[in-house]
């Protein structure tokens, strides 16, 4: 028997082994150090698992090509055929990958988060969960709808949660027989009067045209985004109730027709 060939075969398994342990324990210690470093970025817990397995497992990949090679055993076919399948795999699981990447950019980004009131891809309402596939918004009749990541993504997201405050835009529209100073006045004190109207930044009422059957004011008042639909309508109903009080009219489109007679 040939001692020099079961001497060198030994200390290949030696190696293949040593390659191996030290291969398992730095794909562990590094997916460890990376998922600690995404905790410390707020990074989701989702996304956080899911890359730090991905590491992981990827890593134990790399070191069984090694382990193998150092066994003498021809990894490039086997490294062929793991990409092929990979290949195969990201072909079938398209749609999945992008809206895994689309994921990724929202966790990462954060455009919104969970409790947000957010209006994208044709969908609108207060966000329930982020997932690494798929967001779900509950709409204010209390429907749930699961929108694609991708589509988010693709589309313009508007977060009307973002900022602490928002402001109020209404257009009211007066009589052009009405007297344009007690309206802007009777206009200012319903604003002032408001306790939730911010006196900063400052509330205004302007003129902003003169329309075909109306004169226009701008009325903008500033309160915090929790108030923003609670104070529109409060305005919407005290300025009627007040115009009516006063007599100031709000006009609606007419048309006027003369008949003549035979």
């Known amino acids: 028997m040939d001692f020099s060939i079961l001497i ?19 794909a562990k210690i590094t997916s460890k150090l990376l998922k600690k470093v995404l905790l410390k970025a707020n990074t989701d817990i989702t996304l956080v698992k899911f890359l730090s397995e991905l590491t992981y497992f990827g890593l134990i990949a790399l070191v069984i090509v090694a382990t193998l090679g150092t066994l003498g055993v021809n990894t490039t076919s086997f490294a062929a055929v793991l990409g092929a399948t990979g290949l195969a795999i990201g072909l079938a699981l398209q749609k999945n990958i992008s809206n895994f990447g689309a994921g990724v950019i929202i966790l990462f980004l954060r455009p919104f988060k969970i409790g947000d009131f957010v209006e994208a891809a044709g969908a609108s309402g207060v966000v329930e969960s982020i997932s690494i596939f798929n967001t779900t918004f509950k709409t204010g009749d209390n429907r749930i709808i699961i929108v694609p990541n991708s589509n988010i993504i693709s589309s313009n997201i508007i977060n009307y949660s973002k900022e602490p405050l928002r402001r109020v835009d209404l257009v009211i529209g007066v009589s052009y027989q009405d007297d344009l100073k007690i309206v802007k006045s009777t206009l200012e004190n319903i604003l002032s009067s408001h306790p939730k109207i911010l ?25 915090n985004s929790e108030d923003y639909w609670s104070v529109r309508s409060d305005l919407l109903e005290t300025i009627k109730t007040t115009f009516d009080e006063k007599g100031i009219t709000i006009p609606y489109p007419q048309m006027d027709v003369h008949v003549k007679a035979a």
């Open 8 to 26: 060198n075969y030994s200390l290949k398994v030696l190696g293949a082994v040593l390659i191996f342990i030290l291969g398992k324990w730095t």
């Open 199 to 223: 006196k900063e930044p400052e509330f205004s009422v302007a003129l902003a045209e003169l329309a075909d059957n109306s004169v226009n004011f701008n009325v903008r008042g500033w309160v």
